[in-house]
């Protein structure tokens, strides 16, 4: 569509983003998606401006059967923003034709049945010119199945070698190649000793001139390593691997070799090693940063700063175990206890919008379970006077509240009777992520929170079930502290 028709889909959208189109990015795009698609098979190519060609030839079993295949293909493209539509058959014209032209988004052609499945596309099926396409519009032949009625020696004499070789490539009697996606290599760095060695001088001084080699070609790549592989050949023995991951992307030869050699130490030389080898089996793409001069007050602190967080969680990581060392990530809950989860530090943050943290403020820290507590209020919804809690009664000089949270919809069943129309809603809404959650069979109660500080000048957190639930108003607890 031309620009103005595409503004006027956005009329509430003013600061909409205009930019020049570059086929050149579509061009990478198309190549990145063909190189993601190398988990369904060996043999993926790219198909301009829009398609894929993927050879599935005995990786049926592999993905336990042809449809359960092409349905993980598409829900792999739809997953990732595309609409897709799929199409398999044994020839590659074929499948093109009833992807692009096909009545149904996916689509199964069994072997023979070529001929009857594109007998009634248009003529563009065959991946044919438009000037040629119009020159048999013209005559007449607008479907596939006219010019399979037509003799071969009619379509030798009358039409070009292009058309003909289309044609008996759809129907499989004619084969077609194409060449497939190539990723790069691994960077890999290797030494070969002239003999086997037992003494660990050499063996460190090795493996550190080729970390320093393997750091050189990483930057010259513009590439940061995330897992690191090191491998010592023994002539006797099995080889001995050791590898080490890290929280970010990171070509510095001093990082990679302080956690390598903290592995290496470990390893018990035995009858000698003969040869090295360095591997990358992660990488990712370096973020460039202007350098400037010491003498500028203007330096890049923060960059600084990132690399060196980076590097504090891999050294943490090395010596006490990647699950040791975690982080918090809001959670897309509005329940104090599951508003946040714990992670592995160096794993890399998940893709995606993140959830929103909390309006409004919450403390600093929560008492997993929360404590009881008895309170004394002036009326039933009013402030509370004071509270009685960890074998001691606190006077309550201010109060605020109460605020009502109540169960995660979603995570809980209606009671019997509610009605299927309200479920199936519950469902829609709910969205794939949440669909999956287990249900609760029944929904606890909503809790009313008060902050309440004390005399001695503690801000606590505290709660009880909704009055609604409970007739006495529910027994009070003590979820967080300010600090």
């Known amino acids: 569509m031309d620009l103005a028709h595409a503004r006027s889909l956005l009329p509430t959208r003013p600061e909409a983003h205009v930019d020049t189109h570059r086929p050149d990015r579509d061009a990478a795009a198309l190549h990145a998606l063909a190189c993601r698609a190398l988990r369904f098979s060996p043999l993926v190519a790219p198909d301009a401006p829009d398609g894929l060609w993927i050879d599935i030839t005995g990786t049926e079993r592999l993905h336990k059967g042809e449809d359960r295949l092409i349905r993980a293909v598409s829900g792999a493209m739809i997953r990732l923003g595309f609409w897709a539509r799929v199409a398999s058959a044994s020839t590659y014209g074929c499948a093109w034709a009833v992807a692009h032209y096909g ?190 001069h010491a003498s500028c007050c203007n330096d890049d602190r923060h960059a600084a700063g990132e690399s060196a967080w980076g590097e504090l969680v891999d050294a943490l990581a090395a010596r006490l175990g990647a699950d040791a060392v975690q982080r918090l990530e809001h959670a897309e809950s509005h329940l104090p206890e599951r508003a946040f989860q714990a992670r592995p530090a160096i794993e890399s943050r998940r893709l995606g919008p993140r959830p929103s943290a909390p309006p409004r403020d919450r403390p600093t820290r929560l008492f997993d379970p929360p404590e009881p507590a008895a309170a004394m209020a002036l009326t039933p919804d009013g402030p509370i006077l004071s509270l009685a809690w960890r074998d001691r009664r606190w006077t309550v000089v201010a109060c605020r509240g109460p605020e009502r949270i109540g169960p995660e919809w979603w995570r809980w069943s209606p009671p019997a009777g509610a009605g299927l129309a309200a479920r199936t809603s519950v469902t829609a809404q709910a969205g794939s992520r949440r669909a999956r959650t287990p249900a609760i069979a029944e929904a606890p109660p909503d809790r009313d929170y008060y902050i309440v500080r004390t005399e001695c000048g503690r801000s606590l957190w505290v709660f009880r079930h909704g009055r609604e639930e409970c007739s006495d108003g529910g027994p009070w607890f003590v979820h967080g502290e300010w600090s």
């Open 103 to 292: 009545p149904h988004g996916l689509a199964i052609v069994a072997p023979g049945r070529e001929r009857e499945a594109i007998a009634d596309l248009p003529v563009g099926a065959l991946r044919l010119s438009p000037e040629t396409a119009d020159g048999l519009g013209e005559i007449g032949i607008t479907h596939v199945g006219h010019l399979l009625k037509l003799p071969r020696s009619s379509l030798v004499g009358r039409f070009d070698e292009h058309l003909v070789r289309r044609v008996l490539q759809a129907v499989g009697e004619r084969p077609e190649h194409f060449e497939p996606v190539r990723p790069a290599p691994p960077l890999l760095v290797r030494r070969v000793f002239e003999g086997p060695t037992d003494r660990w001088e050499s063996i460190e001084a090795a493996a550190r001139e080729i970390v320093e080699e393997f750091s050189r070609d990483l930057a010259r790549r513009q590439r940061g390593v995330r897992r690191v592989e090191m491998r010592l050949d023994r002539p006797h023995a099995a080889p001995t691997e050791v590898h080490v991951e890290l929280s970010r992307p990171s070509c510095s030869a001093r990082h990679i070799w302080s956690l390598l050699r903290s592995r290496l130490e470990r390893i018990d030389v035995g009858d000698g090693v003969e040869g090295l080898c360095v591997l990358a089996s992660r990488t990712a793409r370096m973020a460039h940063h202007q350098q400037v």
